[in-house]
């Protein structure tokens, strides 16, 4: 059974501030111990204001790798891109001198990108410090979609891969996606959710009530794992 520390509020201004707190003294122990550490964030609008207070910390920023869990494969400027809502959000304030690393390659398709990104990633194969993921409402996280093809290939605890393209069947854009062993290696994995009925469904895939790929990533992560929520 997957174990989480939970750190539950009941307004989101709370879980944003508390998580902020929790990520930047986990990033800054990083830095004082090994010189370096790697943030690893989702996208989406949940994160957003969260990562507006964290770039206001005092961390050792410009010894900060800072990537994406998922990308969709649209250009940097649009409005779909995550990684251009991590660079308004979080690259900012103290937190300017960090180094965001892209899971995009403009003039390239997302198939053909992949070993690219594959070299682009190779510091991740000394363990992320620090993961936040979200959960959608069919148990995804990061672009790990149930319905996606050759799921189970990217759920492998043993695959050597750490990104891969992904087309959903129920979301729009292709994807370029994190695998579930370049996320579970993570030293702090965080799952960051709100409202009551994704705190339902998380419940259920915890008790083994339903499968989703968010609980095999629980599952298979080896290092602290912790949930934050709010109402």
Known sequence: MTVLTEYLYSAREQVNSALADFAADRLQ???????????VVSGGS???PMLELLSRHEVDWKHVVVLLSDE???????????????????????AAEARLVSLYEPGMDAQSATGTIEKR????????????????EDGHTASLFPCADGIEALLDPDRAGLVARVMPKTAPDERMTLTAPALTSARHMVLF???????????????GMK????GTVLQQASGEK?????A
């Not at 912790?226 to 709010?230: D, G, N």
């Open 72 to 94: 969709r494969w649209v250009e940097r400027g649009s409005e779909r891109s995550n990684e251009a809502m991590v660079q308004t959000c979080l690259l900012q304030n103290a």
């Open 226 to 230: 912790a949930l934050f929520w709010a």
């Open 121 to 136: 990633l190779e510091f991740l194969r000394e363990r992320p410090d620090v993961v936040i993921l979200g959960m959608g």
């Open 193 to 207: 959710i709100t409202g009551s009925l994704k705190l339902e469904i998380l419940q259920k895939i915890l008790a």
């Open 211 to 214: 499968t989703a790929p968010v």
């Open 29 to 39: 122990d990083a830095v004082r111990k090994r010189g370096r550490a790697v943030l």
């Open 46 to 48: 949940t994160p957003g």
